[in-house]
């Protein structure tokens, strides 16, 4: 089993930065990618960000294009989401996802991709 366990989440205010982290433990090295998704309620999760543990290469969704940066350390096992310019169309609860599919060529983006989550941490931002 893998154990995912964000944190960073906070209030913040429209134009603030804000960084996201996320520690793996347990098996982790069943794993081949991590990402970021992020849900707002009444509506579906959202991918925000995707890594590959072994050559940190990435994938953004379209609402982070530009503005977000996901990285990795190797040696915590963790990984991280940098938010620049942040809007109150950003607030939304953060979820750490991670995946031991071996990747066929991309980064998945989509939640059925993921086996593993944490538990969500809140980003409000106010206007």
């Known amino acids: 089993q893998v154990q995912l366990v964000e944190s960073g989440g906070r209030l913040v205010q429209a134009g603030d930065s804000l960084s996201l982290s996320c520690d793996a433990s347990g098996r982790t090295f069943v794993l081949y990618t991590m990402g970021w998704f992020r849900q707002v309620p009444g509506k579906e999760r959202e991918f925000v960000a995707g890594?590959?543990?072994?050559?940190?290469?990435?994938v953004y969704g379209d609402s982070a294009k530009g503005r977000f940066t996901i990285s990795r350390k190797l040696d915590k096992r963790s990984i991280y989401l940098q938010m620049n310019d942040l809007s109150p169309e950003d607030t939304a609860v953060y979820y750490c996802a991670a995946s031991e599919r071996i990747p066929r060529g991309r980064i998945y983006q989509t939640e059925n991709e993921y086996e593993y989550w944490g538990q969500g941490t809140l980003v409000t931002v106010s206007s």
């Open positions: 890594i590959w543990w072994n050559n940190a290469a990435s």
